[in-house]
């Protein structure tokens, strides 16, 4: 059996609910997820509901996945509209970056005026990344202000060629950003809609095959970063309700779909397991931890099947695409946490990466 070790591997951009949409999932049922999934670690983004853009809202989110975390886990900070940036200071130490919405999207944290923005720029002087969501020409107008303050910037879910242009230029010219790129954007287009309906719907929106194409071209010549899932449950009756919430799950199906992508040739075994583990650690100014890894059979192929997956959802945009990679053991800090078909660990034995907890 063609069994290999993956040390660490991360996720920084996964949308775990709990809260007020506990209903679509919670930070136990999405841990658990992650861990069947091969992750060590995942990172939480700010929409929640509440969100996630004041100390109190942030204890309170810290205490409860310190409670019901299986895994290690990180948190961000949004960036509101009604500027919250005094609370910078205090709370910096504990999340892993600052989260600034430039583009609408599921939640009301967003941010368009470009002063604004810069205002966020100017107060977070933590040596700690901003993450932000950016389609399009906006890529342009974050990049002005990362290139006046210089702080490093995470650019999240990169979806279109001309995204892939501004910032392949961007790199060129020194500047301080980093690319994540989404399964669903490399293995769907906006073709796949006719079929996945509101399944089908998330943000940045499914993009043409030539902007396709410019993923994996960049993936190729190492532009591209890490692999994030944007994991975003939503009900089956919220997806088929009249007016669909944007996002897709994405945890279980992401590390299969990059296997996937290395037995079609597109990418190399290690380049992949280096977009999903030790880049996001370099990225994130994480140690990998001794003891602390995935075992994976690459060979093992299977149809994603909503039978197959761990999400609280219980759907995915991938259902009926053949993928590789069965998960055999997953370890983290010396205990077994999973052992090809059970959690093992424990709700809140997973720590947060990013200090303690309040
Ligand atoms: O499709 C999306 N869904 N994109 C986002 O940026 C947010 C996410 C969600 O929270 O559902
Ligand atoms: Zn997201």
């Not at 069994?3 to 949308?15: A, S």
Request: glycine share 6%; hydrophobic share 40%.
């Amino acid at each position: 059996m063609p069994l290999i070790q993956i040390h660490g591997m991360i996720d920084p951009h996964t949308h775990l609910r709990d809260l007020d949409w506990a209903n679509k999932a919670t930070f136990a049922s999405e841990t658990q997820a992650a861990i069947a999934a091969g992750y060590w670690a995942v990172f939480d983004m700010p929409n929640t509901a509440p969100s996630t853009t004041d100390e109190v809202r942030l204890n309170d989110k810290l205490g409860r996945l310190d409670r019901d975390a299986h895994c290690d886990w990180g948190l961000y900070f949004g960036a509101s509209q009604a500027d919250n940036s005094d609370a910078y200071e205090k709370i910096a130490s504990r999340v892993c970056g600052l989260k600034i919405y430039n583009n609408s999207t599921t939640g009301d944290l967003l941010i368009h005026r470009q002063s604004d923005r810069e205002r966020h720029y100017r107060a977070w002087s933590a040596n700690k990344l901003i993450a932000v969501h950016a389609e399009e020409e906006t890529v342009r107008d974050i990049l002005a202000l990362v290139r006046k303050y210089r702080q490093p910037t995470h650019f999240l879910h990169i979806s279109s060629a001309r995204e892939i242009d501004l910032l392949t230029q961007a790199k060129e010219d020194g500047l301080p950003v980093t690319i994540g790129v989404c399964p669903h954007h490399l293995f769907l287009t906006e073709d796949d809609l006719a079929t996945l309906g509101p399944y089908g719907l998330m943000k940045p929106p499914l993009k043409t095959k030539a902007d396709q194409q410019a993923l994996w071209q960049a993936i190729s010549l190492g532009v591209v970063d890490i692999i994030e899932s944007d994991h975003a449950p939503h009900t089956f009756a919220e997806k088929e309700s009249d007016a669909p919430p944007y996002g897709v799950p994405g945890l279980d199906t992401t590390l299969p779909l990059m296997l996937r992508a290395v037995s079609d040739g597109r990418l190399s075994l290690e380049q992949a397991i280096n977009m999903l583990s030790r880049n996001v650690q370099r990225i994130w100014r994480i140690s990998p931890l001794p003891k602390t890894y995935t075992l994976v059979d690459t060979e093992y192929s299977y149809v994603v099947e909503r039978k197959n997956l761990h999400t609280k959802c219980g759907w995915s945009p991938f259902e009926g695409l053949r993928v590789y990679g069965k998960i055999r053991e997953v370890w983290i800090r010396g205990h077994l946490v999973f052992d090809g078909d059970n959690v093992l660990s424990s709700p809140g034995f997973g720590r947060n990466l990013f200090g303690l907890v309040a």
